[in-house]
Structures are given as C-alpha cells and as structure tokens.
C-alpha cells in the first residue's frame, strides 16, 4: 500500500483549517518524488499498464508527427538550428518513433523533463539523439526555430473543482473522512486566479454541477508563448470545448482515475496508486494562447486532424498496398470507435517570443 494516504493526512494536519484544496491532493498523488504515480518511474503503457496512450498503437503516430514537423522546417527556410522540442516524453518511446522518421535530416531533438529518473530512463532509451532542458523556462534562450509537441500532457496537470451550489460557486477541498479515507468539503474560493476563472462561468446550471479548473494549464500555456522560438505548438489530449463541459451528462465533472484499463470518479481512493486525468478545455487554453500570441491554425478531433495530415503518407500507397500492421495502426488513431474521437488535437502557430 502506498504511504501516501498517511503523508497527506500529516499535511491535512498541519494546515489550520485541516483541509487542502483538490489541486494539492491531485499534485502529491501525481508527482510525489518518491510516491507519487508519476514520481518514481515512468510507468507502463499499453496492455500492461493502466491505460492506453496513441504512442501505445505503434510508431505511425510519432511518423505523422515528424512529417509535420519537417514540414514546419522546410516552411522556414531549413534553419541549421530547428529543434523538435516534446514535453511529457514519459519513456522515450513517442521521441523514438519521431527520430527514426526524421532520419539523418539535420533536425535536433530536445525533450524538457524535470524528473531525473524520466531523464535516465529517456537516456536508456535514446542515447545521444536528444538532450534535455529541466523546464520551459530554459527555452527563452533558445532554440530559435521549433516544432513543439506533447501527446497528454496538460490533462495530468492538478486542478481544481468548483461546484455551482445554486446562488454562487464553491470550491470543493479535501479533508479526512476517519482513518482510512478522505472526502470532499465546500468552501470559499482559495485565490484571486481561480476567482477570476470562476467569473467565467454560467450560473444557470443546475445545483450540484461540478467543473474543473486547470490554473497550470494557463500558466504553462504562458511560459510556452514566451519560449525564444519560431514555428508550432502540436498539442494532442482528451478535451472538450468550454460548452461541453455545461452539460447535464458531465454534471459531475470530467476528474478520472485509472487503473489497469478500468475507470471510475473516486478520486480520493488509492492515492499514488492510480493516475488521475480531468479533460482539459480547449476553449479557454486557446483563448489564453491567443491572448499571449499564438494563433490557431487548427484544432479538431484527432481523426480527422491525423487523417489530413497523412495525406503525403496515404498517397505513398498508390502504388503499393499497405501492410495490415500499418492499416491497423492507422485506423486506431483516426476511427472514431477507437482514438480518433476520444483526442482532439491544436496546432499553434509561433511567430514571436
């Protein structure tokens, strides 16, 4: 059992009020250095692991993604210092699949990880093919020219809940439930930023109404825009648009967790034990994007925004047919019973830091 229920009772303990905000919980479940789901190690992915990532149908994915970021290359003029820069590398395994692609073109690659046991195993597997910058920051000074990318990141960022409660919203904390358990308390709105996020939202939903509020989401979405280079920003993850967050079938929000390929919202349960996900909202990460200047070039459900960026690809098997392996890839990643409705996808244009 993981020690971490015993260690965020200690904090819980340790604050005045004897509660935390969910973003706090959702932070020491995921990130803990030692205990946290994502802290230790990269975790499994695919059949043996909890869940099921596009990088787990095979290496097509990260072969679409090099095309599109040889041609954002090519578009700029073929500069000798164009970099694909991943944030979220987990394993290694989506850098892999793009650098056999890119080949012998003289493209760098760089992946910006903090955790130096994500960096040892990236290392394992990709030797001196990439280097490595801790956080975004270290991108104000270069490279200048870029094809940013990351496949789920932003939607393992902590967030926070509020909960409409029929005159106002409330924000949902997290206190001890006895020995064993935790549960979900009401209270005030814990800062200025989430209070300016909450007067965003409507106030005709019905009383009980839960949401997520992603505060690092913006903040990463801020540091990104203010990285040194030119080119785009490719960004695939479960999300929805803000309206769709306001229906009555997500009245409870969209906070997951996952273990071994099953789901459910108990949240609280098993802390670093299970990855916990909440859909990311499209609408406000680009209205911030834009607001920081970026541009939309594209945004839709990964099935189509896969399917056109294939084209090239596709019109390769004119000629010849295609394998059965590769068919099948591709029809995981852009079918809408399978991948290609449960991402969508937003491609960035960077012109400025």
Known sequence: MSPLPQILRDQLAATPAGRLPFAQVMELALYHPEHGYYGAEPRKIGRQGDFFTSVSVGPLFGHLLAMRALQEWQALGEPEDFTIIEQGAHDGQLA?????????RPVSYLIVEPNPRYREAQAKRLGDRVRWVENLGSLRSGPKHGFFLCNELPDAFPVHLVRWCGERWREL????????AFRFITGEISC?????????LPHDLEPGHTLEINLAMLAWI?????AAFRGSIFIADYGLDAEEFHTDSRAEGTIRRYKQHRTDGDVLAELGECDLT???????????????GLEKVEYDLQGRMLGRM??????????????????????SLTHPAFLGRSFRCLLLKKSTP
């Open 278 to 292: 909440a859909h990311i909202n499209f609408t406000r990460l680009i209205a911030e994007a834009e607001r920081h």
């Open 310 to 331: 294939a084209m090239p690809w596709i019109k390769t098997f004119e000629t010849k047919p295609m394998s059965v392996p590769m068919m099948r890839q591709f029809q």
């Open 192 to 200: 200025a930023e989430l209070a300016g996020e909450v007067k965003r």
């Open 96 to 104: 892999e699949d793009v650098l056999s692609a890119v080949g012998d």
């Open 173 to 180: 904390f997290v206190e001890e439930d006895g020995p064993e």
């Open 222 to 226: 801020r540091d990104l825009a203010l």
